[in-house]
């Protein structure tokens, strides 16, 4: 696990009171970031070394879905790999994929965790692990077909691995909840149980149709701080926003506080155009002292920046709660 302090940052824009403001310099990775990309987007970054690495999902012009190994200094300037990862067999020998993306990254005790929507007769899934980015190991899929945004906690709970994923089927999903899975060894997941659930559309409109979880759960001693994408189904089409909860320690399937109002929703230009309209799905989020670096997709094709204080988001979460 890297040592290193500073994460990207950028203070609030004077006479904003907003508790996430964007990068002015947003998108930090255009769709055309390597030669064979339609669009770079929904990618997960962690510390590496004296700089961060990430994983990152890379659409070719065929629109084949893919991740990508990338390494960075300064978290703002990527250098991408132009080639898929190519998995080596981990715990299995079963590392058939007709597809891979949104993936997320955990640092978990030894090593770097991946997990990703990977394609095995359906979206399922996906689990491999890496100690260098360079190599990476296939695991089994967490679980059967349908499924989307596995994302594993930094530790473990009680003993046993705890995965956040959302059920859903094998299109455009018009529905989802965000579950709870717990494993003895990284391979075999039971123990699901339900953690959120889709809002009454009178009660927060925003998140009423599905939701996902996003970045790596944050430890903090208030509980588990997520950062979750919320979907409202418009005359438009999906809209997809971001808000937080606070889970319990203990109990990660208990739910403290959740965000009635979104914290971020599509507004710029390049999170209202693009490849999907409409769309800002966080990620990943890097942490320092009381600062946060949140990275999030937008509108399916490029990759924005977002920051906010962890004391101001934990308070806005509980003081605007459902």
Not at 198 to 222: L, Y
Not at 239 to 246: L, N, Q, T, V
């Amino acid at each position: 696990m890297s040592a290193r302090a500073k994460i990207p940052w950028e203070e609030r824009p004077q006479g904003s009171a907003d508790v996430i403001w964007r990068y002015s310099k947003n998108p930090i990775i255009q769709r055309y970031e390597i030669p064979s990309s339609n669009s770079i987007f929904n990618s997960a970054v962690v510390p590496f070394g004296k700089g961060y690495a990430g994983v990152f999902r890379c659409d070719n012009k065929a629109v084949q879905m893919n991740i990508h190994a990338g390494f960075s200094q300064d978290g703002l300037h990527w250098e991408i790999d132009h080639q898929p990862i190519e998995m080596q067999p981990g715990n299995t020998g079963m590392i058939e994929s007709d597809y891979k993306y949104d993936p997320r990254v955990t640092w978990l005790e030894d090593r770097y965790w991946v997990t990703w929507c990977n394609g095995y007769h359906g979206p399922t899934i996906g689990i491999a692990y890496t100690f260098n980015f360079k190599e990476f190991f296939q695991c089994e899929n967490a679980f059967l077909p349908f499924n989307r945004n596995g994302v594993l906690f930094p530790e473990r709970i009680g003993g046993k691995y705890a995965m956040l994923s959302r059920p859903s089927d094998n299109g455009h999903t018009p529905f989802g909840d965000i579950y709870i899975s717990f494993s003895p060894d990284m391979k075999y997941w039971g123990e699901h149980r339900c953690v959120m659930k889709v809002t009454p559309f009178e009660q927060s409109a925003w998140q009423c149709t599905k939701i996902g979880a996003g970045s790596v759960p944050i430890r903090t001693d208030e509980g588990w701080l997520i950062f979750y994408h919320g979907v409202i189904n418009t005359c438009n089409g999906f809209r997809y926003s971001m808000g937080a909860a606070i889970l319990d320690l203990n109990d990660p399937s208990r739910v403290l506080y959740r965000t009635q109002p979104y914290l971020l929703a599509p507004a710029t230009s390049y999170e209202l155009a693009g490849d999907v309209p409409n769309v800002l799905f966080p990620t990943a989020a890097l942490t320092h002292d009381d600062k946060l670096a949140i990275y999030y997709g937008a509108a399916d094709t490029v990759v924005g920046l977002a920051f906010g204080y962890l004391q101001e988001i934990l308070d806005y979460t509980r003081s605007n709660s459902l």
